[in-house]
C-alpha cells in the first residue's frame, strides 16, 4: 500500500460542530490492540497476508487506493456534512434542535462506512490529519447514542416519523417495523466500523460505542420470555457480531449472530419478511439466490462464517449450492448481481439484461466478501476467479476517474436515453440514497 501524502481537511464545519456541542476530539489514549487477534476468524485455513507487510507499486490499483485516500474520502465527508449526516447525532443527543435531516432510515451508516473506509487507510498508510478526522466523527456518534447503547438517530429524534414512507410505523416505538426500519442494519455497519479502527488506532473510542450497542442488542432480541423474537429486514448485523466476537471473546455476540440466522423463515417464531429479505425458507435450507440481492450477500459471508467457525456442515452445505446457483444462473459477465431494478434484487434463472440491468455496486462489494471468505474456507481457485472479475469490473465501475462521481446500478448498455443511475446516464455526484458512494470508502 502507499504511504500516502494526503492533507485532509477536518476544521471548518466539522470542527464547529464539536465547539457547539462542547466535545473536543478524542485525545490519543490507545489501547494496543491483542496481537492474537490481529487477523479476523483464526477457523479460516487461509490466513490473509497483512495489509501492512504489503506495499503497491503498480500503474492500475495504487492509483485507485490514493484517489480513494486523497479525494473520495474527503469528498464523502463534505457531502454528508452537506446533507446533515452529522447534525442528526447533535440533534439526537440535545445538544442542536430540528427534524431530522435525510431521506433514509439508515443515513446514519454513511459515517460508519466512512470512518471504516478511512481506518482501512490509516492501516496502511498512517495518517495524522485523518485519523484526526476520525476522532471528531466518533466524538459527534457518540453524542446522539442514548444511554442504554441504542443508536439509530431518526428513531431517538422522532420516533413516529420515519425519513422515509415505507418505514412501517404504528406505535412510534424502537425495533417497530424490523423488515425496513433498519436498526439493526445500523448496528452492523456500526460494528464493522468499529473494530476496524480498533485494529488501525488501538483506541476504544468507536469499540466502546459498539460495545454498549451489541450489549443492549444481546438484551433486547432472544428467545427469552422478556426478549423480543425478530430478525433483521436489512442482514449485516450478523458479521459485525462476529466481528465484535473476535475481539472481545464474549460467546454472546457469536450466540445472537447465530440466532438471527438460524430463526430466519421460520413462520412459527415471527412474521416473515418473504423472499425479498432472504427470510422465506430456513438459511440451510435454501438454495436459490433471491431478492435484494445485496442482503442476500451480506448474508451468505454470515452463513459462510458461522459454517467455519462452528463447523456446521447444514450451513456450509447450503452455501455451496447457493453459490452454484449464483455463478451458474444469476451473475453478470462483469460479476454484478441482482438484474433487477424493482427491488434491487436478483432475477429468474439466466434473466440478466444489458440495458436495463442494475447490478448496484454495494451488491458486488458484497460478492467481494462473500467470495473472499469462501476462498479463505476452501483454497479453490473458483472463488477467486468470481472475487476477481467482480473487483476489476462490476465494483470500481461504480467510481469515477476523479473520485467523486459514482454508479449506483452498473448497466452493461447504455443508449444514452434510459436513466438507469436513478435519474441519470452518467455516474452522478451523490444520491439521496447514498450507501453505495460511502460503500466504495469502505471497499478500499
Known sequence: MPHSSTHLWWGGAIGALLLLAGFQPEGPSPVAPDPGLDSIYAAYPIEPVDIRNVRMEDDFWLPIIERVQEKTIKYAIAKCEQEGRMENFLIAGGVRQGKVRGDMPFDDTDLYKIIEGASNSLISAPNETLEALTDSLIAIIAI?????????????????????????????????????????????????????????????????????????????????????HAV????????????LYELTGKKAYLQLARYFLDHRGKPAHHALFGSYSQDHLPVVDQREVTGHAVRAVYMYAAMTDIGVLMQDEPYQRAVRALWENMVSKKIYITGGIGARHEGEAFGEDFELPNLTAY??????????????????????????????????????????????????PNALESDGVYTFNRGACTRQDWFDCSCCPTNLTWAK
Open 144 to 228: 446522539g447514542q442514548e444511554a442504554d447503547g441504542y443508536l439509530t438517530t431518526w428513531r431517538t429524534i422522532d420516533p413516529a416519523s420515519p425519513p422515509a414512507p415505507w418505514v412501517e410505523v404504528k406505535e412510534g416505538k424502537r425495533w417497530e417495523g424490523l423488515a425496513m426500519s433498519h436498526e439493526l442494519y445500523n448496528a452492523g455497519h456500526l460494528y464493522e466500523a468499529a473494530y476496524t479502527h480498533y485494529r488501525a488506532t488501538g483506541k476504544r473510542s468507536f469499540l466502546d460505542i459498539a460495545l454498549k450497542n451489541a450489549d443492549l442488542m444481546v438484551a433486547t432480541f432472544g428467545n427469552g420470555k422478556a426478549q423480543i
Open 232 to 243: 433483521p429486514g436489512h442482514q449485516i448485523i450478523e458479521t459485525g457480531l462476529l466481528k
Open 359 to 408: 447490478n448496484e455496486t454495494c451488491a458486488a462489494i458484497g460478492s467481494v466478501y462473500w467470495n473472499h471468505r469462501l476462498h479463505r474456507q476452501s483454497g479453490e481457485v473458483a472463488y477467486l476467479d468470481v472475487l476477481e472479475r467482480t473487483l476489476y469490473n462490476g465494483l470500481i465501475a461504480g467510481l469515477s476517474l476523479d473520485g467523486t462521481k459514482f454508479f449506483y
